[in-house]
Structures are given as C-alpha cells and as structure tokens.
C-alpha cells in the first residue's frame, strides 16, 4: 500500500531553517507529481490544508506566494523521496506540514517557528 512517512520538522527561531523529508513506498515515485501541504491546527476552524509546493515527475516546480523565494522543493527519485528546504522561516510558517500523491497523504511534521 501507498505509504508517505514525513520527518524533519522541528523548533526553530524565526530567521531559520529546516529541512523536511517524506520517504514514499507502495507506488513507482518516479511517476507522479509530489506536494507539500500545511495546516495550522491552531486555525483549524477557518479552513483546511494550504498547498505550499509542488514538484511534477519531470521536476517542474510550483510554489504559494506566502513561500516563494524561502522554500524549495526537490526530489530524489533514486531514494524515494521528496524534500523540502524552508529558509528564513517566520512565525507564520508553523503548522503541520503533510507530504501528499493524489489521495494519499503521510501522518504530517510539525514546525513551530518562535523565539
């Protein structure tokens, strides 16, 4: 079965970095479009999971406004895997972050971004 296993989130002080990973199985990756969503769980009453990036099987790339220029998506097909590099994170940037593939999602990472 399809399986998106995130890791890499964290604590971190506005102005820093992290790096997410989401190791996938159960479908030949190569293939397909990965993305990044995200969810404030803290705002969960005013709507629901926010694209952040995407990256299609030939490594064309999309990003929202709110992280262009902070965040990259990249993938690593030999390994399966999808990252996502976040730079000069700000408070707003905390949420759960969820590895997706059409329905499929993995169990999300949290970042929290505060001083």
């Known amino acids: 079965q399809v399986q998106l296993v995130e890791s890499g989130g964290g604590l971190v002080q506005p102005g820093g970095s992290l790096k997410l990973s989401c190791r996938a199985s159960g479908f030949t990756f190569s293939w397909y479009t990965m993305a990044w969503y995200r969810q404030d769980l803290r705002k969960e009453h005013e709507g629901g999971r926010e694209g952040v990036a995407t990256i299609s099987s030939a490594g064309s790339t999309w990003y929202s406004d709110s992280v262009k220029g902070r965040f990259t998506i990249s993938r690593d097909n030999a390994k399966n895997t999808v990252y996502l590099r976040m730079d000069n994170l700000k408070p707003e940037d905390t949420a759960v972050y969820y590895c997706?593939?059409?329905?499929?999602w993995g169990q999300g990472t949290q970042v929290t971004v505060s001083a």
């Open positions: 997706n593939r059409d329905m499929d």
